[in-house]
T-cell receptor
Framework: DQQVKQNSPSLSVQEGRISILNCDYTNSMFDYFLWYKKYPAEGPTFLISISSIKDKNEDGRFTVFLNKSAKHLSLHIVPSQPGDSAVYFC????????????FGTGTRLQVTL | EAGVAQSPRYKIIEKRQSVAFWCNPISGHATLYWYQQILGQGPKLLIQ????????DSQLPKDRFSAERLKGVDSTLKIQPAKLEDSAVYLCASSPDGGGYGYTFGSGTRLTVV
C-alpha cells in the first residue's frame, strides 16, 4: 500500500525554467510533509517542509504548495539550476502517532544547460 | 556539528552470508532510524530506536534481520543469512527527540548480494 506517491519517475527541465515536482498521498492522518533531495552515493538531505495548517511555504528558490482537499503537494524550483539535478523524495508524517517518515518513490530531476 | 556516520560505504556478499552495518548518530540525538532503500523505491523504515529502546520494528524481517543500539548511542544492523532481495542501500538517520523533525541521514551503506 503506497501511501505517498510520486507518479513521475523523472523530469527534465532547462536551466532557468521552473521545475514542478508532484506528490500525492492517501492517508488523511498525515499532517506534516517534507521534501528531501538526494545526490548519488549520499543520504537524503532535508530541503523544505510544510505543515497541514498552511498551504504554502517558501524558502529562496524553493516553494512547496499543499492542497489538503486533493491530498496533493508540489515542489516548485525557480529558477532551476544544474546543481538541482538530483532525486527528490516527498515524505509525510502523522505527528500525532508516529515519528517515522513515509516516503514516495522519488522523482529524478535533470536540469539541462 | 558532525553528521551521521555509517560504515562500510559498500559491501558485496554472497547469498546466505551474514553482514553487519554500523551507525553513529549525531551527538545528543535520542532517536535513531534504519531505513532500507531498494533501487527505484523510496526509503522504508526497518526499525526505530528511542535511546536504546525499540519504538517500531514492525517492518523488520525478524527471521533474518536484527538491530541493536547499545547505550543509546551507536547502532548495528545485521542480516543473517542474506538473500538476493536484500540488495539495497541501508540508511541510518537520527533526530533530536523523535518528533519526526530534524531528521539527518547518513550517506548509507550500499549492499549487493550475489
Amino acid at each position: 500500500d503506497q501511501q505517498v506517491k510520486q507518479n513521475s519517475p523523472s523530469l527534465s527541465v532547462q536551466e532557468g525554467r521552473i521545475s514542478i515536482l508532484n506528490c500525492d498521498y492517501t492517508n488523511s492522518m498525515f499532517d506534516y510533509f517534507l521534501w528531501y533531495k538526494k545526490y548519488p552515493a549520499e543520504g537524503p538531505t532535508f530541503l523544505i517542509s510544510i505543515s497541514s495548517i498552511k498551504d504554502k511555504n517558501e524558502d529562496g528558490r524553493f516553494t512547496v504548495f499543499l492542497n489538503k482537499s486533493a491530498k496533493h503537494l508540489s515542489l516548485h524550483i525557480v529558477p532551476s539550476q544544474p546543481g538541482d539535478s538530483a532525486v527528490y523524495f516527498c515524505a509525510a508524517l502523522d505527528t500525532g502517532t508516529a515519528s517515522k517518515l513515509t516516503f514516495g518513490t522519488g522523482t529524478r530531476l535533470q536540469v539541462t544547460l | 556539528e558532525a553528521g551521521v556516520a555509517q560504515s562500510p560505504r559498500y559491501k558485496i556478499i554472497e547469498k546466505r552470508q551474514s553482514v553487519a552495518f554500523w551507525c553513529n548518530p549525531i551527538s545528543g540525538h535520542a532517536t535513531l532510524y534504519w531505513y532500507q532503500q531498494i533501487l527505484g523505491q523510496g526509503p522504508k523504515l526497518l526499525i526505530q530506536f528511542q535511546n536504546n529502546g525499540v519504538v517500531d520494528d514492525s517492518q523488520l524481517p525478524k527471521d533474518r534481520f536484527s538491530a541493536e543500539r547499545l547505550k543509546g548511542v551507536d547502532s548495528t544492523l545485521k542480516i543473517q543469512p542474506a538473500k538476493l532481495e536484500d540488495s539495497a542501500v541501508y540508511l541510518c538517520a537520527s533526530s533530536p527527540d523523535g518528533g519526526g523533525y530534524g531528521y539527518t541521514f547518513g550517506s548509507g551503506t550500499r549492499l549487493t548480494v550475489v
